[in-house]
């Protein structure tokens, strides 16, 4: 089989296996430039026109480099409907929804955004201005958006750990956002509520905390896609709550596969760009083992491979990520010690220490030695190739494409 790795793809074989691949539906792909249009045609909530003069100054959060979203092709149709509404070009900020992440370099910004690029700058958190607060913590952002007449932005509607599915309101609120909302949002205390899960909207603490962070600081409209194995699936545009749950339904209706036993080992797909550095494939394991059905056995391993091209990773989350893992005596202490607190992005070494404490987690196929080492460091063991992480005679769970499918119990409706 194959399974991908980078910008790639690597064979795999497991002979000595018995071997199941989890596929979701996946569905049909759709124009992305033609449904952005029909998107916005018919958005849920005001369109664009209503929302906008022409002398308004206007903010556009866009995702970063970690997430798979056609930024240029939906900037183009943003911008198209900003000049029918007479808003020149320079009354327009495009600010990249960092949250902790690296700033991209200007070659990345050039390839993301495309003829947009030279209206795009980097989100600095320590930048980041108070607006308003939410339940006593403090509500920030960047400053373009804090003074902008309206806040647009695009989005990624995917599984995601703790809000259920991302984009809506958290792209500006946490990618465009400052450190305390960033760190309650991220903290011990809300991720540690039953209802923070991978694939839940409602009835989920973080989501309703981010959707509310919203009302404060934006956006107003945005444009979010989601997707699937075969490609950008949907769009939608509108109010973002309704945005979310539209998107949210395709995508559980594209990525859901139904689990009826436990395996001894899940193989989790993860390819570009989540497998740049090890913050980000290491959401492989946790979305497979902390989702609505574990797969594993108690005891049962996750096989992950990764190039690493950028270690554990160049940002300030990323390097918090890997300082905490790497200092560590085992995930059972870290979980302990880093349930009384830690800084915002840490959190990611917080959810991968709780599945450490049940399951080894094996990353292979790294580009360099560096990286395997940076894997041995951080609690997990490297090793050349999958095989090489897979017991003989192992009862195997192959999911390709582990960040973008929803492990589910057999029966649920959910």
């Not at 703790?162 to 960033?182: D, N």
């Not at 800084?343 to 395997?372: I, K, M, W, Y």
């Amino acid at each position: 089989m194959q399974l991908p790795l980078g910008e790639g793809t690597i064979d795999v074989e497991l002979p000595d296996c018995d071997v199941t691949v989890a596929e979701p539906a996946g569905g049909e792909p759709v124009d992305v430039a033609a449904a952005a249009e029909r998107a916005l045609d018919r958005p849920l909530g005001p369109p664009i026109a209503d929302r906008v003069d022409a002398v308004d100054e206007v903010a556009i959060v866009v995702t970063d480099v970690t997430r798979a979203t056609p930024d240029d092709v939906l900037l183009d149709a943003l911008f198209g409907r900003l000049d029918a509404a007479g808003v020149d070009r320079e009354d327009v900020t495009i600010v990249v929804g960092l949250g902790l992440h690296r700033p991209l370099t200007d070659a990345e910004l050039a390839d993301a955004y495309g003829e947009f690029a030279d209206l795009a700058i980097n989100h600095d958190p320590d930048a980041a201005v108070q607006v308003g607060a939410v339940d006593g913590v403090s509500v920030e952002v960047h400053p373009a958006v804090a003074s902008a007449d309206l806040v647009l932005a695009t989005g990624m509607v995917e599984p995601h750990q703790y809000a259920g599915f991302s984009g809506g309101a958290k792209t500006v609120a946490v990618g465009a956002g400052g450190e305390p909302l960033i760190r309650h949002t991220h903290g011990p205390e809300l991720l540690g509520q039953d209802g923070v899960r991978l694939g839940r909207v409602e009835d989920n603490p973080f989501r309703a905390f981010v959707d509310r962070a919203g009302q404060l600081v934006g956006p107003d409209f945005c444009v979010n896609v989601t997707h699937g194995p075969s490609g950008i699936l949907d769009v939608a545009a509108g109010s973002p709550r309704a945005v979310v749950r539209e998107l949210a339904a395709s995508a559980r209706e594209a990525l859901a596969v139904p689990i009826d036993r436990a395996y001894d080992a899940v193989v989790a797909g993860v390819g570009a760009p989540k497998d740049a550095n090890l913050y980000q494939a290491s959401r492989a394991a946790t979305y497979v083992a902390l989702g609505d059905r574990n797969p594993l056995r108690d005891g049962g391993r996750i096989v992950i491979p990764a190039a690493l091209p950028e270690g554990a990773g160049e940002g300030t989350g990323e390097q918090r990520f890997e300082r905490w893992l790497s200092n560590a005596a085992d995930p059972a202490s870290l979980y302990a010690t880093m349930s009384k607190g830690y800084e915002p992005g840490a959190q990611r070494a917080f959810v991968l220490a709780r599945v450490l404490r049940t399951h080894d987690v094996f990353v292979t196929n790294c580009t360099s030695p560096d990286a395997s080492a940076t894997v041995e460091a951080c609690l997990m063991q490297a090793r050349e190739t999958v095989a090489d992480a897979v017991e003989p005679g192992s009862d195997v769970l192959v999911v390709p494409d582990a960040i973008d499918t929803l492990l589910v119990e057999a029966d649920s409706s959910r």
